[in-house]
């Protein structure tokens, strides 16, 4: 019989998926950023001795939170099997309103923020609605917001940038607790709940669902309307609250801000292990990417590499982290079926 | 006479299955040899190493005295040996001409000569009797059944001495399937050997020179189709009596309420005005042929597809139950096992634990959507013993699993969510006879349990042999009920076709 041909039932023994089991294929699945993170920055440090210091942390770190934000919300969009490109033209929509509002419209600076972060929120409505109403494509979607959000901003600021300087808000990124600003306590509270809210929640294992077999979710008699919207109002109320960081770093609304900035995160999320094609990913893995880039980019300006050969060299590496990591899934797979 | 193609020992493995076994086969110049067996006998597999789309693990081919080793389904056609398989292979955006030249269209001046690749086209459909297909149309304008003849014609249109054909007819009309036998009969005639694979008994009854039987990847019988009857193959191919199959008492489900009415389902073109009961503690089988709207109907059921008319009612309810999404479904306690377990039912990188809970989240979760990890284990565990699973972990993905284990996974899955009515579209393609078994058991053990059961399956002995009632459905519409008392497989078979005698050539 063709039952007694199939493969021996082994006993399923004491893994059966513990804590210390899942432990261990978490820290397999951050090994090699870490790794490759780690050789990085002692290629720099040997190389040029001041790369190792806390002022060349800050400088690194500080000016990159906005864009750790925006990762948070990139990774959900992606493992959803989403894109959002309109994460840029929306930190600086956002930023603008707030901007406008308090200096031309005298608002407070919290009515200010309300105002901003209700912009962003009908910003990811209207990219999640179009979405599933319709059944668009996000890229497309998106695209269409990039746009419309650039414009708009240009319109409402005239393309001035609006000054916050006595509004108080750049206490956010000044020195507080060990000489460390707030801004960076609230961007790793925003890593650590997104990153307990994709493992641990029921709306982060639908994520995962949606983005692994949608149909197949739809048909467990799952809603994945709302999941959709949510994630995309999340990345732009995410982008809002990068915004806001922003303003208090620069104490003015700069219309320009955050162009290129979709590439450059997605980039970062695809380096930190995260699908383009859905269903796998983690918010951690995206900080450790963008991670990789930041500290790539500051070493070589360190050891005076021009501008032109930063990008070549950073385009080689994002290149080269999404082949390895075609690698390293080849083998989690194969390791799972001979299990 | 010498034979064409000899196989001798072939074997192939896949995953958890042995899908063929040491299988010997002769074919010889100028015949039509039936290959039959339950789903999952092995009867593709041969076929798909005979054209060159697998490799076998063991065994060896010898084509016209000479070894034979395809290690494409071009490197077969070569060697003159061709196939029309069971899923179309049509290009949907591409013309009629284009699917028919695919590979190898003409060229003029380094263009495609479209006048002359259209007109050869027209000619090798008028040869098959199809002078009403424009070649010039898209191939996805046109109907299941015509998409099939133009892919026959496709393969017919070039040289071959070795044609297999698998489950050719299953969209075709009658008037439809009448040419291809001519056809068939005329290149056996000119010397092709060809290897017919079908479930159909009459077709082969009518067509077939010999019949090999599989079962479970073994060769277990050929004889001459002038030898034997349909009684003797069916008993070859089952490898036991009917009767003894499947023993289930006579469901206490007569005088109860319906847990489920539908009334006058529609949904144009394929579900037409279908009314049927389902009654708590029965297994209700919807058997028809391929096309005939048993699964649209499942799925207007289960909200997956709205329903142009018609309803719903619940537990003898008077007024119809709201439900337009499977999500409602759900929540009034319907569930659909889908058709499609890879594309519909699972997801396959994900662990089991994770399918297995999908639907029912809240009961695995605290309030604010806090997943207890604990809990969840402990019922994936639960479900996987329960079910008989073979696998090492419940952390291990669904893909890993053999085919019959992954369709455990899906009932694990609505086991979990509790529905008391149960729809199971196909609930054993492509599963080994022992996995067969235990789901049949499951099954009957659901029903006895008091679960209303709905089965749609191709697979009549199925049909026939766990089924406490069975409704035919025939061009959308339900055709005629049938006790299990009264179950034949002629009379079923005979209401299945009936829908399409009455409209004629409208598939």
Known sequence: MAQQLETPSIPRNAHRGGMRGRLFTLALDYAALVIVLTLLIAIFSIRSPSFFSRAQFSAMVNPNLPTVLVAVGMTYVLIIGGIDLSVGSVMSLTGAVIGVLHESGNAPLPLAIAAGLATGAVCGLLNGFLIIRWNLPSFIVTLGMLLIARGMTHLITASQKPSLLFSGIHVLS???????????FFTIGIIVVGQLVLSWTVFG??????????????LSGVNVRPIKLAVFVISSLLATLAAILTLSRHRFADPNIGRDMELEVIAAVVVGGTSLMGGRGTVIGSCLGLLIIIVLGAGLAALGTRDEVKRLVTGCVIVAAVILDYYRRRLNASAATAA | ?????????????????????????????????????????????????????????????????????PQSRTDASRQRVRMVMQEL?????????????????????????????????????????????????????????QQQMVEIAAVLSQPCDVLILDEPTAALTAAETRVLFEQIRSLRAAGTSIVYISHRMEEIKRLADRITVLRDGRHIATRDAADVGIEQIIRLMVGRDLSQMMRREQSHAAGNTPALRAANLSRAPAVRDVSFELYPGEILGLAGLMGSGRTETVRLVFGADRADSGAIYLNGSPSPARIRSPRDAVRHGIALLTEDRKQQGLLLPRPLRENITITHMRDVSRLAGWVRGGRERSIANRFIDRLAVRCHSPEQPALSLSGGNQQKIVLAKWLFRDCPILIFDEPTPGIDVGAKFEIYQLLADMARAGKAILVVSSDLMELMAICDRIAVMSAGRLVQTFPRDQFSEDRIMAAALSGYLAHGATA
């Not at chain 2, 896949?14 to 076994?21: E, I, K, S, T």
């Not at chain 2, 006998?41 to 054209?51: F, I, Y």
């Not at chain 2, 955006?93 to 695919?102: P, Q």
């Open chain 1, 174 to 184: 000044e020195p507080m607790v060990f000489g460390l600003p707030p801004s960076l």
């Open chain 1, 205 to 218: 294992r639908y994520m995962i669902a949606v983005g692994t077999n949608e149909e197949a979710v739809r």
């Open chain 2, 1 to 69: 006479m010498s034979p064409l193609l000899q196989i001798k020992g072939l074997g192939k493995s896949y995953p958890g299955v042995r899908a063929l076994d040491g299988v010997d086969l002769e074919l010889r110049a100028g015949e039509v040899h039936a290959l039959v067996g339950e789903n999952g006998a092995g009867k593709s597999t041969l076929a798909r190493l005979v054209c060159g789309i697998a490799q076998p693990d063991a065994g060896r081919m010898i084509l016209r005295g000479r070894p034979y080793a």
């Open chain 2, 89 to 145: 292979n049509l290009i949907g955006t591409l013309t009629v001409a284009e699917n028919i030249f695919m590979g190898r269209m003409p060229r003029r001046l380094g263009f495609i000569d479209y006048r002359g690749m259209n007109a050869r086209s027209r000619q090798i459909l008028a040869d098959l009797g199809l002078d009403d297909i424009q070649v010039d149309r898209p191939v996805a304008q046109l109907g299941v059944g």
